[in-house]
């Protein structure tokens, strides 16, 4: 099992969960975040007036998927994430040990 999460645009969330759904994975975690990685802050307009935005609000998605779907997910999430512009986020790949479901102690891939 592999733990695929990615920070990505907020207006691509459904888009990616879109695709990440027709690839079978129903299980998805999603939270609002605020950060910044390599992009260099640069200002934005609203309400008529520029502001300078030092930790935009970036969507977190967490999927639990089968090795075999790791490939298959990220190219997904990069096709559908990508604006071609500084910002557009990042994907981390992290192999999982291990899962059990509380509710029946199942182990293993059966748990997610």
Wanted: aromatic share 2%; glycine share 8%.
């Amino acid at each position: 099992m592999v733990r695929i999460t990615c920070m990505i645009r907020p207006h691509k969330l459904e888009q990616v969960k879109s695709a990440i759904a027709s690839l079978g994975v129903s299980g998805l975690n999603v939270t609002d975040v605020r950060g910044v990685g390599n992009s260099p802050e640069k200002p934005s307009w609203f309400a008529g007036e520029q502001h300078l935005v030092a930790l935009p609000i970036k969507a977190k998605l967490e999927v639990i998927a089968p090795d075999e779907l790791k490939d298959a997910l990220v190219e997904s999430i990069v096709q559908n994430a990508r604006t071609g512009e500084p910002g557009d986020g990042k994907i981390f790949v992290e192999k999982i040990v291990d899962a059990i479901r509380i509710r029946t102690a199942e182990r293993g891939d059966s748990a997610v």
